[in-house]
């Protein structure tokens, strides 16, 4: 399944190239399309994978509106950040 690579990539610090997850956006929305399944049970299904890959769902980090800020079919993935250290002196 494309969601689980891509939540595999992100939770080994790799990124989300955006040609894989525009993609994957429109895989979701043809599957909403032809009824497969509906976009509140996509939702779930993303929160739950999100949860087993990243160690915490969605709504932990985006707050539990998220879909009014990344409406369907925008999938939410991001690469973690990346640690900064200062490289000068303070």
């Known amino acids: ?15 989300a190239p955006p040609g894989q997850r ?3 956006e429109g895989l979701c929305e043809a599957a909403v399309m032809v009824g497969e399944l509906s ?26 509106d998220w879909r009014t800020y990344h409406p369907f ?3 939410p993935l991001y690469m ?3 640690p ?3 490289s000068t002196p303070q």
Do not use: K
């Open 1 to 15: 399944m494309r969601l689980r690579r891509l939540l595999t990539d992100l939770a080994a610090g790799h990124d």
């Open 22 to 24: 525009l993609r994957l």
């Open 39 to 64: 976009s509140h049970e996509l939702d779930e299904l993303l929160e739950r994978l999100h949860l087993e890959y990243l160690g915490a769902p969605l709504s932990a980090s985006l707050g539990d």
């Open 73 to 75: 079919p925008q999938l």
């Open 80 to 82: 973690r950040r990346a």
């Open 84 to 86: 900064v250290s200062p």
